[in-house]
Structure formats: C-alpha cells, structure tokens
C-alpha cells in the first residue's frame, strides 16, 4: 500500500494500489501535500489495483478532492470502486456553512468594559430574582402561588430531620473543638471553668449558624441548584414557562420556604450540641464537674446572644436558597452546566453568608447589642 | 449475489426481571442488507436491541455476530465484536461538553493509534459525510434535532463499522429532515456496504429503504412476519401485520 504519484505537464497522476487498511503514513501525506501545492490543471487517481481500502484512504482523497476543489483543478477518477466514488461524491455535497463567528481578542479597556457590563446586569437579574421570590410570598399569602404542598413537604423533610445526623456531629465536634482549645489558654490561668462560657457564647452567637450555614450550603443549596439545573436542561422549566406557571411560585417558594423555616430550628439544635460537645471535653479532659458546666453555661447564656444567633440563621437560609435556586433556575444547557451551576450556588451561598454576617454584627454594634 | 448471514438470533427471549417480551424468536440478518426491526410501541423493539448491542442481557438464546457467539462473550469480547458495530440512539447521545469533534474523535482515540492529524482529518471527513461539513466546534447544544441525529451518526460510523444499529431514527424528526436521513442511510448502505439495522415504526422510511424486515407481535410474543416489507404489504400474512403496514386503514 503505498501512494505513488508522478507530475507531468501541471497534470498529477495519482495510483492507489493494494490494501488501504490503517493508513497513517504522515511522510507520504505529506509529500503529496507538498505535490497538491505545486501549480496543477489537472489530477487523476486510478484505482485500477486498489483491493481493500476504509476512511484512511477515503480522508486521503476527500483531501486531494478538496484542494482541488478550492484551486478549481478537474480532477478524474478511473476504475474506481462504486461505493469509494459514491462516498466521496457524498462528503463533497456542499452544504450550507455554518456562521459562526470566530474568537476575537478584545483590547483591555474594552474587556474591562464589558465585564462592567456582566456584573451589572447580573446585579440587575439577581436583585429581580430576589423580588420575584419575594412577590411569590407575597402571592402566597394571598393564596394565589401555584405551589405543589407535596414539594413543599419533601423539601422540609429534606432540611429537616435528613440533615439532623450530620448537623448534630459537625456541631459536636465544633464544640469539641473550641472547648480544647480554649482549655489549653484558659488552664494557664487556672480558669478553666471557663471553658463552659466560652462554648456557649460562641456557639450561640456565631459558631452554631455559621457551621449550619456551611453544611446546608453544601448539602441542601447545592442539591436545589442540582435539581432545578436538571430540570432547566431538560425543558422542564421552559414547560412552566409556557404554562403561564412563574417557576419562582413553583421551584423556588416551596424550597425557599423549607429551608427558611428550618434554618433557626437547626442553628438552635447546633447550639445544644456545641454545648454538648464542649462538656464532654471540660468533664472528661479538664475534670470539670457537670453540675459546674452546666451552671457557667446557663450563666453565660444571654438570650440577645442567642437571638443574634437565630437571626444569622433565619439570613443564612435566605441566602442559600436564594443561590441554590438562582444558579438552577439559570442553569446553562448541557451537562456540564449543571456542575458549574452547583459550584456557583455553593460558593456565593458561602460569600454571601460571610458578607451577611459582617453586615449583622455592625448593625449589632450600632445598636448595642 | 449469494447472501451471508452476518448476525444471526437463535431461539432469542427478550425481557426484564419478571416478565418476556419475545420469546424464541430466530431470525438472521444478511450482510449489507437494511433490516428493519417494526412493530407495535412496546412490544419489546428496543429492548430487543439492547439485547442484541450487550446493553440488556438475553433471557435466554444466543446471538451470533460474524459466527461469534455474542451473549456468551465475556465483556471484553463483546467491546471487541462491538468494535465493529456503530450504533445510533433515539436522541443521538451526543456528549453535551464535548464539541462534535471531540465527540467523534472519542472512538478514534480510544481503538485506533493513528496520528492527531489524521484523526482530525477523519472527522472532517465523517463530518462532511453526514452533511455537517464545518460543524467541527460546535457543541450539541448549538445545533438542531436533525443535526444532532446526524452527528450522532457521524460518530457511529467513525470506526467503519460493518454494522449500525439504529433506534428510531426518524422520532422527532420534521419528514424532511426524517427522509433526508433516510437517503443518508442509503447512501452509508450502498458505497460502504454497512449492514443497516433500523428499529423503526415509521411507515416511509421502512417501504423507503428497508429490504428485509421482522414485525415483532406483542400479543404472542413472537415474529409476526418477516420478509421484504414491500412483499409483506402486497401479501400481509395476517391481518396484524396488514392494520400495521396500512396504518389500520384496511378495514
Ligand atoms: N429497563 C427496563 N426494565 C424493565 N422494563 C422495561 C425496561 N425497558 C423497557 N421496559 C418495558 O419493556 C416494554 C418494551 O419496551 P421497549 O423495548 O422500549 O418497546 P418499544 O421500543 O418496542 O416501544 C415496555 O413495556 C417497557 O415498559
Ligand atoms: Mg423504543
């Protein structure tokens, strides 16, 4: 098998001869690449020996085809195989190009520019996807929201006593944590009774909403920008769309809802565990009585502290179901966009969560809380 | 022109976990015919070609491709004999992160070790069999229904199949987009001289390109009649066979 090709008076002679099975000759191509090159009027191929031959072969000539095409060279075929010339025949149907339009390299100022752009629009689509979800509670107060109750239920079982396990041992181990850490210091002064106040302010305060949040941003948040991505890829929410059904009222109030509604429930299960954690090390480690635990915990207690908390947890839900549904609802069309899609709704979920709390803690510091 | 058989079902039952579908059917399928699986929605076409492509196993039976016998093969046996065998899904199966190249490049990279240049030469080339000459980095995503099946196709035939499967072909397809297909099939058919097996129950395309068929009856779970369909319409065997090849107009 082999191409063997001579010039004569602007005329190339091609003879293909043999088996054409797996023929990947890169210096024969190329060297017949380098003979298309030279100015030609015409081309032959014969293929009177030609006994086996696949795509290998076919892409050789489909190329020579091609050039010759391009350069307007007549080209003849002789004793070619019916189906080879069929074949070729049919690759060289022209078609109707497809436009689209190449990849430009933009000057800075302009990319700059348009990223400007990108992020105020997103602003724009985010803060109406905001009102929309608002506008759907709205609707829903006046029961006129078009929600399945079912959604509804399956959402809040979701959040609710599903994540139980997995909230109650982060916590645990969170106020585990603390409490070890906390003695190392506190012991140097000999206060480690102290240990006690420590985990309950800052698991009541803070710690308990901030690990909820993490943990539901990651579990659920990322499961609703899952689902409804899903649903985005396969029309499923273009079917709402066009049944006049807004998907804020069907995808994202049930699920919002749920959320919202487990969140403080969750932040307080947290606290309990953290302090539960913490006990454990301070009694078990640090030869703290329980009934001394439980009596610098209660003292330290302060229900502002813990209200501050719930609160961060009632925001925190807000915020990831808000993302997990943005990203699904604006998922992109093909498999991969779901991943990006779930990637995007955990990770702002998280942003937002800490740009919330530092909004939380100044309003709390202007207010003396 | 003297015909070989080039797949070849023995005593085939076809079903799921508690329930057949077909049973003891034998039929033969000949080299570089057009084969047309028809019949009825749900009585098991589909699952009859999952079968026969290793996706579901038999419930009994064998099926012998080019005299080897495929339900019996162990896995790495039967990824050789597929090796031959291209195979169209109803919806194409395109990868959706993938541009069409990258889709049908996938089967070249993976069996052959031809250089990258010559891959992406084949593409092309399969490219422009199917008419999407130029289509090279789009992504499923950006192209229509028709295209898709199309590109689909494309990469069914990237490793020059001897046989290609093809399920509903024509589903969701406009009539011209759908016998535009079909002419495409014929032509794969006549210059490769692929063996063609379609699962179908669209009347044009089967009497348009089908030279040998199967009608799988639901209700006895058996073939109903096999044959040239042209043949089978002008002397339907049994007044099934006729309400399906008339569309129930026969009355
Ligand atoms: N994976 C599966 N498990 C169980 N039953 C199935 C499965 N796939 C299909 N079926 C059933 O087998 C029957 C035949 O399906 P199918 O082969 O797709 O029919 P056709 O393609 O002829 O319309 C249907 O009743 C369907 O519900
Ligand atoms: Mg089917």
Known sequence: ?369 | MTKTPIITAKNLSVGYDDFLLMKNISFEINKGDIFIIMGGSGCGKSSLLKVMTGLVPAKGGHVYIEGKNFTNATVSEQNEIMKKCGILYQSGALFSSMTLAENIALPLQQYTHYSAQTIRELVSLKLALVGLKGFEDFYPAEISGGMKKRAGLARALALDPEIVYFDEPSAGLDPVSSKLLDDLILDINQSLGTTIVIVTHELSSIFAIGNNSIFLDGATKSIGARGNPKDLLKNPPSEVVKQFLTRGESK
């Open chain 1, 1 to 369: 098998m082999s191409l063997s090709y001579h010039i004569t008076d602007k005329t190339l002679s091609l003879t293909v001869s043999g088996d054409y099975i797996d023929y990947d000759n890169e210096a024969e191509k190329s060297a017949l690449n380098e003979a298309l090159s030279h100015k030609l009027s015409h081309i032959t191929i014969d293929a009177q020996a030609l006994k086996k031959w696949d795509s290998t072969l076919v892409v050789i000539l489909f190329n020579i085809m091609q050039v010759a095409n391009r350069k307007k060279i007549k080209v003849s075929l002789s004793h070619f195989p019916k189906g080879l010339e069929r074949l070729l025949n049919l690759a060289m149907t022209v078609d109707r190009k497809p436009d689209k339009s190449a990849f430009i390299q933009q000057p800075v100022l302009e990319r700059l520019g348009q990223w400007g752009i990108g992020v105020y629009t997103a602003t724009g689509k985010g803060l109406s996807f905001i009102g929309q979800t608002f506008r759907s509670i709205g609707r829903l107060i006046m029961g006129k929201a078009i929600m399945r109750k079912v959604d509804f239920l399956f959402a809040l079982q979701d959040c609710s006593w599903k994540a139980i396990p997995i909230v109650s041992l982060i916590s645990f181990m969170v106020g585990l944590i603390l409490a070890f850490v906390g003695a190392v210091q506190l012991k140097l002064f000999g206060a480690q009774i102290y240990v006690a106040s420590l985990v309950t302010i800052a698991m009541t305060r803070i710690m308990g909403a901030i690990m909820i949040g993490i943990i539901m941003a990651g579990r659920t948040g990322a499961s609703y920008a899952a689902t409804i991505g899903t649903m985005q890829v396969n029309e499923e929410v273009d079917a709402l769309k066009t049944m006049g059904i807004p998907t804020t009222d069907f995808l994202v109030l049930p699920r919002f809802l749920a959320l919202v509604l487990t969140m403080p429930f969750l932040t307080m299960w947290a606290d309990f565990m953290g302090m539960i954690g913490g006990g454990t090390v301070s009694i078990l480690m640090l030869d703290i009585v329980p009934q001394e635990y439980i009596r610098y915990s209660v003292n330290a207690f302060g229900l502002d502290n813990f209200l501050v908390g719930i609160f961060h947890g009632l925001v925190f839900g807000c915020v990831i179901a808000l993302c997990g549904c943005y990203y699904g609802v604006n998922c992109g069309r093909n498999a991969d966009s779901v991943g990006v899609a779930t990637t995007k709704a955990v990770v702002s979920a998280i942003v937002w969560m800490i740009v919330m709390t530092g909004l939380i803690t100044l309003a709390c510091e202007v207010i003396g809380v």
